[in-house]
């Protein structure tokens, strides 16, 4: 379904360097990145801000033209292509809509389906459906500037949908969403890859996302690819070590305790580390029992951490 | 092409019926469009009630070049006008948008608020070109009668593609609006007048350089039966749909080596 093959992409940014002077430097943004993505998977893609995640993702869509390297989705080149691959993918900038600002979000998506050629009677159809598994009802006869972000983004992927695309693009489809229309967001999600077998890739800084969406994920640091394999292995190396952070009366020699180990000190304050194995629970009462203890607070690692961690190349990839 | 006029048709239809919510100031602006365009038009009478001739063309004769021009602008503005805002969608992200649906996007943008108001400069011009073929003492032949829908044609061409041009030239500097507008706005305006009355220099200028010379100046010459101040060959008169095919063709070049180097923006 997508074949990236050693592309890079980097940018010409003119700055101002004097009065009238103008230089060009060229800015990285995507660095020889590889991967396939067969039909039927559901990837997640994740990275850091400014990473380049959605810099391939324009890539993919056909917005931006790879500086080098190769680029396949659905068999067609992107961006001399773009058209034509428009009528097969559906694509969804969460930052940005694509409806029409004052048009009702049932017109919007009526001229959609003309766009794309839809029937009527397919149309009707497929509205129905949408309509109900992404609860538009309330809001359909709203003009779209109207509405809601969480509204919005809903109706941002009934449009991206109506053309019932074989592979759908999601950049950061649950920014800014409340708890529940992320739910409504993610049960859609899952039911139009596993039902309907629409390939998708998403990213997202939201790793409730990806534990409960994604079978693969592919993590992308300052333009490389850093990672890139299933979820479990991934969620081994989240649960890697667990860090206990506890504030002491005074400050003392390194804790020891059975089922951790101090990684860093600061004054009163101490980090220890405990592997997945081991109880929390105990290391807390052992240390509470032992010193005097102000505070103490454990802290998941995330996926900021995770990233760092393969940077520093403590997981290879299992592809 | 025949897909392209449907799509056209379709999303113009529809931002019709989007502006037709506010059907009151949709005839305002467009009575208030049909008023300027008179006004400027009077200027014409102002200057003739000092000279009877205006480089030396009659009142009618100016008011015909004044109303050819004015109505090939207006339909290309009508139809194209819309694509000088590029600049706006390259800076706001929104060309992103426009790129992810099967419609290219020299199509969206062009028919972007499309709103029967933009006719307000059509009705004055054509009304113009009625009263001057009045009072022309033209004898008519076929070949004149012919040349002038083919030089209105040939002006609309040649007034899309430069507005093309101009637009693509957005693609390299963003905020090149400015200097894109005084190719457009000054092509309208400069071919609203005899051509002759800018000196033997800049009409070289406008016939070999800025191809304006061939939006309604060449071909009015052969239908008010004047000889060209340049001495050009006969053929000149009828190349107007040559001269827009030319320019259309480096339009079509720069809109898509705009495209390719599109970069779009953060985030
Ligand atoms: N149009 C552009 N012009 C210049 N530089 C750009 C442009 N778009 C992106 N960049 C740069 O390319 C790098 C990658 O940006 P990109 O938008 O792909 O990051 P991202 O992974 O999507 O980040 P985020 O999580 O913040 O959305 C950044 O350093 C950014 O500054
Ligand atoms: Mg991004």
Redesign the interface.
Known sequence: MIEVDEVCKSFTVRRRSGRLRRSRTLVGAVDRISFTVAAGEFVGYLGPNGAGKSTTIKMLTGILTPTSGRVRVSGLDPSRQRTALARRIGVVFGQRTTLWWDLPLRDSLTLVRHLYRVERSTHQARLAELTELLELGAFLDTPVRQLSLGQRMRGDLAAALVHDPELLVLDEPTIGLDVISKATVRAFLTRLNTERGTTILLTTHDLGDVERLCRRVMVIDHGRLAYDGSLPRLRAALDADRILIVDLARAAPPIEVDGARVVRTDGPRQWLAIPPSGNAAAVVAAVAARHEVEDISLREPGIEDLITRLYGGGVPADR | MVEAVR?YL??AG?WM??AAQYPASMVMLLATQAVATFLDAAAILIVFAHTPRLGGFSLPEVMFLYATSGISVAVADITLGTVERLGEHIRH??L??L??????PLLQIATEDFNPRRMGKLVPTAVMLVVSLRHLDLHWTLARAATLPLMLAGGVGIFWALWVLAAAWQFAVVDGKQAANSITYGGAYVTQYPLSIFGRDALRGLTWVLPLAFVNWEPALYVLGRPDPLGLPVFFRFASPLVAAVLAVLAALAWRTGL?????T??
């Open positions: 799509i379709l999303l529809t019926r989007s992200g929104t992103d948008t790129l992810l649906r099967p419609v290219g390719r180097h599109y970069q779009s953060g985030s």
